[in-house]
Protein backbone atom coordinates (compact mmCIF):
# COMPACT_ATOMS: atom_id res chain seq x y z
CA UNK A 1 0.00 0.00 0.00
CA UNK A 2 2.79 2.18 0.98
CA UNK A 3 4.55 1.75 -2.28
CA UNK A 4 1.32 1.99 -3.91
CA UNK A 5 0.84 5.87 -2.61
CA UNK A 6 4.39 6.87 -3.22
CA UNK A 7 4.08 5.50 -7.30
CA UNK A 8 0.50 7.69 -7.38
CA UNK A 9 2.42 10.85 -5.69
CA UNK A 10 5.26 10.75 -8.44
CA UNK A 11 2.73 10.63 -11.14
CA UNK A 12 1.28 13.46 -9.36
CA UNK A 13 3.64 15.67 -8.63
CA UNK A 14 5.78 14.98 -12.17
CA UNK A 15 2.00 16.53 -13.48
CA UNK A 16 1.35 13.89 -15.50
CA UNK A 17 -2.94 13.11 -16.21
CA UNK A 18 -4.12 9.83 -14.22
CA UNK A 19 -7.05 7.74 -15.74
CA UNK A 20 -8.63 5.63 -13.26
CA UNK A 21 -11.91 3.54 -13.00
CA UNK A 22 -13.45 4.95 -10.08
CA UNK A 23 -16.04 1.97 -10.25
CA UNK A 24 -13.24 -0.69 -10.03
CA UNK A 25 -14.78 -2.58 -12.84
CA UNK A 26 -17.71 -3.11 -15.31
CA UNK A 27 -20.81 -3.32 -13.73
CA UNK A 28 -23.14 -6.40 -14.24
CA UNK A 29 -26.05 -4.79 -14.44
CA UNK A 30 -25.79 -1.84 -16.58
CA UNK A 31 -25.66 0.00 -13.50
CA UNK A 32 -23.39 2.80 -11.74
CA UNK A 33 -21.57 1.21 -8.80
CA UNK A 34 -20.61 2.74 -5.92
CA UNK A 35 -17.22 4.80 -5.76
CA UNK A 36 -14.30 2.64 -5.04
CA UNK A 37 -12.00 5.08 -2.71
CA UNK A 38 -8.79 4.00 -2.72
CA UNK A 39 -7.13 6.20 -5.55
CA UNK A 40 -9.51 8.89 -4.70
CA UNK A 41 -8.31 8.93 -1.19
CA UNK A 42 -4.29 9.01 -1.76
CA UNK A 43 -5.16 12.16 -4.14
CA UNK A 44 -6.82 13.85 -1.67
CA UNK A 45 -4.27 12.97 1.16
CA UNK A 46 -1.32 13.73 -1.51
CA UNK A 47 -3.21 17.11 -1.56
CA UNK A 48 -4.52 18.03 1.82
CA UNK A 49 -0.69 17.26 3.02
CA UNK A 50 0.77 19.67 0.31
CA UNK A 51 2.73 17.33 -1.47
CA UNK A 52 0.64 18.26 -4.57
CA UNK A 53 -0.89 21.06 -5.99
CA UNK A 54 -4.35 21.43 -7.39
CA UNK A 55 -6.14 19.59 -10.32
CA UNK A 56 -8.70 18.94 -12.10
CA UNK A 57 -11.00 16.16 -12.22
CA UNK A 58 -12.75 15.11 -15.25
CA UNK A 59 -15.58 12.16 -14.89
CA UNK A 60 -15.70 10.56 -18.39
CA UNK A 61 -18.24 8.02 -19.26
CA UNK A 62 -17.71 5.43 -22.02
CA UNK A 63 -20.41 2.83 -23.07
CA UNK A 64 -20.86 0.50 -26.05
CA UNK A 65 -23.89 -1.20 -27.97
CA UNK A 66 -22.98 -4.72 -27.09
CA UNK A 67 -21.44 -6.70 -24.15
CA UNK A 68 -18.25 -8.28 -25.12
CA UNK A 69 -18.99 -11.03 -22.18
CA UNK A 70 -22.77 -10.65 -22.62
CA UNK A 71 -23.27 -14.93 -22.39
CA UNK A 72 -21.44 -14.95 -19.02
CA UNK A 73 -22.96 -11.74 -17.41
CA UNK A 74 -26.41 -13.99 -18.64
CA UNK A 75 -25.12 -16.40 -16.65
CA UNK A 76 -23.71 -14.52 -13.84
CA UNK A 77 -27.38 -13.40 -13.83
CA UNK A 78 -28.79 -16.47 -13.41
CA UNK A 79 -26.76 -17.08 -10.51
CA UNK A 80 -23.51 -18.82 -11.85
CA UNK A 81 -20.37 -17.92 -9.97
CA UNK A 82 -17.61 -15.38 -12.07
CA UNK A 83 -15.21 -16.54 -13.91
CA UNK A 84 -11.42 -15.28 -13.24
CA UNK A 85 -10.11 -13.34 -15.80
CA UNK A 86 -6.80 -15.26 -16.80
CA UNK A 87 -4.02 -13.86 -19.28
CA UNK A 88 -4.25 -17.47 -21.47
CA UNK A 89 -7.97 -16.93 -21.67
CA UNK A 90 -7.60 -13.03 -22.84
CA UNK A 91 -5.32 -14.24 -25.35
CA UNK A 92 -7.33 -17.24 -26.28
CA UNK A 93 -10.41 -14.95 -26.68
CA UNK A 94 -8.73 -12.31 -28.55
CA UNK A 95 -8.43 -13.26 -32.32
CA UNK A 96 -12.23 -13.86 -32.52
CA UNK A 97 -13.06 -10.77 -30.24
CA UNK A 98 -11.60 -8.32 -32.73
CA UNK A 99 -13.08 -9.71 -35.67
CA UNK A 100 -16.76 -9.36 -34.05
CA UNK A 101 -18.50 -5.94 -34.50
CA UNK A 102 -19.88 -4.42 -31.09
CA UNK A 103 -21.23 -1.51 -32.13
CA UNK A 104 -20.48 2.24 -31.92
CA UNK A 105 -18.91 3.05 -28.51
CA UNK A 106 -20.05 6.73 -27.07
CA UNK A 107 -17.39 8.71 -24.73
CA UNK A 108 -18.64 12.05 -22.93
CA UNK A 109 -16.72 13.96 -21.02
CA UNK A 110 -18.36 15.50 -17.68
CA UNK A 111 -17.80 19.13 -16.73
CA UNK A 112 -14.08 19.41 -15.14
CA UNK A 113 -13.93 20.40 -11.51
CA UNK A 114 -11.09 22.16 -9.43
CA UNK A 115 -9.75 19.66 -6.54
CA UNK A 116 -9.15 22.44 -4.26
CA UNK A 117 -12.32 24.62 -5.03
CA UNK A 118 -14.12 21.69 -4.23
CA UNK A 119 -12.39 21.09 -0.99
CA UNK A 120 -12.92 24.78 -0.22
CA UNK A 121 -16.55 24.57 -0.88
CA UNK A 122 -16.85 21.45 1.42
CA UNK A 123 -15.28 23.22 4.36
CA UNK A 124 -17.09 26.61 3.77
CA UNK A 125 -20.35 24.65 3.70
CA UNK A 126 -19.88 22.63 7.04
CA UNK A 127 -17.75 25.38 8.69
CA UNK A 128 -15.28 23.23 9.30
CA UNK A 129 -11.92 24.22 10.47
CA UNK A 130 -9.05 24.44 7.56
CA UNK A 131 -7.15 21.50 9.30
CA UNK A 132 -9.75 18.46 8.59
CA UNK A 133 -9.64 15.94 11.54
CA UNK A 134 -10.04 12.12 10.12
CA UNK A 135 -13.21 11.73 10.09
CA UNK A 136 -14.14 14.64 8.41
CA UNK A 137 -11.54 13.73 5.98
CA UNK A 138 -13.38 10.33 5.42
CA UNK A 139 -16.51 12.23 4.56
CA UNK A 140 -14.55 14.71 1.84
CA UNK A 141 -13.28 11.59 0.08
CA UNK A 142 -17.10 10.02 -0.09
CA UNK A 143 -18.62 12.86 -1.00
CA UNK A 144 -16.24 13.65 -3.82
CA UNK A 145 -16.26 10.07 -4.97
CA UNK A 146 -20.29 10.06 -5.26
CA UNK A 147 -20.01 13.50 -7.32
CA UNK A 148 -18.09 11.92 -9.77
CA UNK A 149 -20.85 9.49 -10.24
CA UNK A 150 -23.10 11.70 -9.79
CA UNK A 151 -21.32 13.58 -12.92
CA UNK A 152 -20.82 10.18 -14.85
CA UNK A 153 -24.89 9.31 -14.38
CA UNK A 154 -25.74 12.85 -15.77
CA UNK A 155 -23.76 12.03 -19.03
CA UNK A 156 -25.31 8.81 -20.01
CA UNK A 157 -27.03 8.20 -23.34
CA UNK A 158 -29.60 6.43 -23.58
CA UNK A 159 -28.34 3.64 -25.84
CA UNK A 160 -30.82 1.82 -27.94
CA UNK A 161 -30.30 -1.20 -27.08
CA UNK A 162 -31.76 -0.48 -23.61
CA UNK A 163 -34.52 0.88 -24.92
CA UNK A 164 -35.45 -1.82 -26.89
CA UNK A 165 -35.11 -3.90 -24.30
CA UNK A 166 -37.02 -1.45 -22.07
CA UNK A 167 -39.96 -1.97 -24.82
CA UNK A 168 -39.65 -5.75 -24.80
CA UNK A 169 -40.21 -6.55 -21.05
CA UNK A 170 -42.89 -3.83 -20.47
CA UNK A 171 -45.09 -5.74 -23.43
CA UNK A 172 -47.66 -7.31 -21.59
CA UNK A 173 -47.51 -9.73 -24.67
CA UNK A 174 -45.21 -12.27 -26.15
CA UNK A 175 -44.27 -10.48 -29.21
CA UNK A 176 -43.76 -7.37 -30.82
CA UNK A 177 -44.09 -6.94 -34.84
CA UNK A 178 -41.09 -4.85 -35.65
CA UNK A 179 -43.44 -2.01 -37.22
CA UNK A 180 -44.79 -1.57 -33.46
CA UNK A 181 -41.29 -2.01 -31.72
CA UNK A 182 -40.13 0.78 -33.41
CA UNK A 183 -43.66 2.99 -32.82
CA UNK A 184 -43.12 2.28 -29.37
CA UNK A 185 -39.15 2.94 -29.86
CA UNK A 186 -40.02 6.21 -31.52
CA UNK A 187 -42.17 7.43 -28.32
CA UNK A 188 -39.72 6.28 -25.85
CA UNK A 189 -37.27 8.09 -27.35
CA UNK A 190 -38.72 11.21 -27.38
CA UNK A 191 -39.94 10.96 -23.60
CA UNK A 192 -36.16 10.19 -22.91
CA UNK A 193 -35.35 13.23 -24.71
CA UNK A 194 -38.01 15.38 -23.71
CA UNK A 195 -36.31 14.89 -19.46
CA UNK A 196 -33.01 15.92 -20.63
CA UNK A 197 -31.30 12.71 -21.07
CA UNK A 198 -29.09 12.66 -24.01
CA UNK A 199 -29.61 10.27 -26.79
CA UNK A 200 -27.39 9.27 -29.21
CA UNK A 201 -27.39 10.68 -32.89
CA UNK A 202 -27.84 8.33 -35.52
CA UNK A 203 -28.88 8.88 -39.64
CA UNK A 204 -31.64 6.06 -39.18
CA UNK A 205 -35.13 5.56 -39.07
CA UNK A 206 -36.82 4.42 -36.23
CA UNK A 207 -37.65 0.55 -37.72
CA UNK A 208 -33.71 0.84 -38.90
CA UNK A 209 -32.45 1.86 -35.50
CA UNK A 210 -35.01 -1.00 -34.23
CA UNK A 211 -33.74 -3.46 -36.55
CA UNK A 212 -30.11 -2.79 -36.25
CA UNK A 213 -30.48 -3.02 -32.62
CA UNK A 214 -32.36 -6.55 -32.55
CA UNK A 215 -29.91 -7.91 -34.71
CA UNK A 216 -26.84 -7.12 -31.98
CA UNK A 217 -28.99 -8.29 -29.19
Not at 13 to 36: A, D, N, Q, V, Y
Not at 133 to 157: F, M, P
Not at 182 to 199: C, D, F, N, Q, T
Amino acid sequence: KAVFHEYLMSILEEGHTLEFFIEGGRSRSGKLLRPKMGILTGIVDGFLAGRVGDMNLCPVCVQYETVVEVESYSNELLGARKQKETLTGVLTAATSVLRLNFGSIHVRFAQPFSLEEYIQSFIAERSLPKKLDEADQRRLISTLGYKVVYELNRNLVAMPAAMVAAVLLAHPGRALTLDRLARWYKWLEEEVSARGAPIPAYPHSALDMVHRTVKKL
